[in-house]
Antibody
Framework: EVQLVESGGGLVQPGGSLRLSCAAS????????MSWARQAPGKGLEWVAN????????YYVDSVKGRFTVSRDNAKNSLYLQMNSLRAEDTAVYYC???????????????WGKGTTVTVSS | EIVLTQSPGTLSLSPGERATLSCRAS???????LAWYQQKPGQAPRLLIY???SRATGIPDRFSGSGSGTDFTLTISRLEPEDFAVYYC?????????FGQGTKVEIK
């Protein structure tokens, strides 16, 4: 069964840091681009970042550039999101998702994890 | 950045009725790189449609997608009880990939 399981969420003060993890199973992790998306309480979805199979290409939404870093460890079938300088507006459920598509850089998200909650508050 | 506007915000229908959801883009979505997702309360989104009209694996054929350019539609031919949820469109033709604000399909 294809599965993504996020962990690492929690309560953090403004300006603090947090590292999210996503454990993948049931598919060949190293052959897929992977994404992070988020959903603020009561709001819609926002794509946050994605990373190429070998980690050589990474893309971010403007609001997190310079603060968040996406990375992966193919040997551990794991995806990560390092979040620094956190702000109240980063409060959200963070989802890990598998990217899918037939054309380079044009990917939809076909498998999603259940998410992990990040709360930024003093 | 492409802005996606979904309408209506809420659709109140009865089981068995037809649902028509709209997604309008602020610019042309290249090659119909448009997806639809379903989200139920407390759950992760689920992919329904990609490429504007291709159903994802395991999605019932009562779900169909259509459209091109800037105007896209998700149609649910006959609503089942499990279809009452929030639906999001998303483009993936350029960066950043953006989502619409969602349409809630609720039981009338």
């Amino acid at each position: 069964e294809v599965q993504l399981v996020e962990s690492g969420g929690g309560l953090v003060q403004p300006g603090g840091s947090l590292r999210l993890s996503c454990a993948a199973s049931g598919f060949t992790f190293s052959t897929y681009w992977m994404s992070w998306a988020r959903q603020a309480p009561g709001k819609g979805l926002e794509w946050v970042a994605n990373i190429k199979q070998d980690g050589s290409d990474k893309y971010y939404v403007d609001s997190v550039k310079g603060r968040f870093t996406v990375s992966r460890d193919n040997a551990k079938n794991s995806l990560y999101l390092q979040m620094n300088s956190l702000r109240a507006e980063d409060t959200a459920v963070y989802y890990c998702a598998r990217d899918r598509g037939t054309t380079y850089s044009h990917y939809y998200m076909d498998v999603w994890g259940k998410g992990t909650t990040v709360t930024v508050s003093s | 950045e492409i802005v996606l506007t979904q309408s209506p915000g809420t659709l109140s229908l009865s089981p068995g009725e037809r649902a028509t959801l709209s997604c309008r883009a602020s610019q042309t979505v290249s090659s119909n790189y448009l997806a639809w997702y379903q989200q139920k309360p407390g759950q992760a989104p689920r992919l329904l449609i990609y490429g504007a009209s291709s159903r994802a694996t395991g999605i019932p054929d009562r779900f169909s997608g259509s459209g091109s350019g800037t105007d896209f539609t998700l149609t649910i031919s006959r609503l089942e009880p499990e279809d009452f949820a929030v639906y999001y469109c998303q483009h993936y033709g350029s960066s950043p990939r953006t989502f619409g604000q969602g349409t809630k399909v609720e039981i009338k």
